[in-house]
């Protein structure tokens, strides 16, 4: 059964500063990997998703890793803001195709101290 | 493009009464939605794969009865949770799935 570890839980970073954000999956038979944001009470943005033989993505200043074999992503914001505050979830949908379901982590609470 | 709204966005309703939740992907069709469910300060589980047109799959400890879930065209599913008590306050989350899934707002269910 495919598990979704996020680490930190929490962060709390001054504005100005780069920082990661890891996610790690317990089967490394994935289709692919979305990091999403989330404000409080609100849907989810999608931030980035890597497909499967991919290893990056980059929007602006966001940049995010996949290392399958090893189970692991990452999310870099350089230059972090107060409106970068969130959570941020990683989910991977197991192969099978984009319709098969998310698989969610447990999250980062991100707060960007101005 | 690839919008997906959800109605309403909170509701309050007392306890016994049934809710009815709407997901609409406005400007694509969806074959396949998903139905999400959040508690405060924790991630999102899925409920159930709804596809369009036959009956929806749940996750292992979903009661199918109490949560019932209709897709009955391409841009629309509804989740309907029935005899609703305070355990079933939550916020509800779907997803409409194109290449991807696209992510409604979400719902805010309160049942007092």
């Known amino acids: 059964k495919q598990e979704v570890t996020q680490i930190p839980a929490a962060l709390s970073v001054p504005e100005g500063e780069n920082l990661v954000l890891n996610c790690s999956f317990t089967d490394s038979a994935i289709y692919n990997l979305q990091w999403f944001r989330q404000d409080p009470g609100k849907g989810l943005t999608s931030l980035l998703l890597?497909?499967?033989?991919?290893r990056e993505q980059t929007s602006g200043r966001l940049n995010a890793s996949l290392d399958k074999s090893s189970g692991r992503s990452t999310l870099y914001i350089a230059a972090s803001q107060p409106g970068d505050s969130a959570t941020y979830l990683c989910a991977v949908t197991d192969y099978g195709g984009a319709t098969n379901k998310l698989i969610f982590g447990t999250g980062t609470l991100l707060a960007v101290q101005p | 493009g690839a919008v997906v709204s959800q109605h309403p966005s909170r509701v309050i309703c007392k306890s016994g009464t049934s809710v009815k939740i709407e997901c609409r992907s406005l400007d694509f069709q969806a074959t396949t939605m998903f139905w999400y469910r959040q508690f405060p300060k924790q991630s999102l589980m899925l409920m159930a794969t709804s596809n369009e047109g036959s009956k929806a799959t749940y996750e292992q400890g979903v009661e199918k009865d109490k949560f019932l879930i209709n897709h009955a065209s391409l841009t629309l599913s509804t989740l309907t949770v029935t005899s609703a008590h305070p355990e079933d306050s939550s916020f509800y989350i779907c997803?409409?799935?194109?290449?991807?899934?696209?992510f409604g707002p979400g719902t805010r269910l309160t049942v007092t």
């Open positions: 997803s409409a799935a194109r290449y991807e899934q696209y």
């Open positions: 890597i497909q499967s033989s991919q």
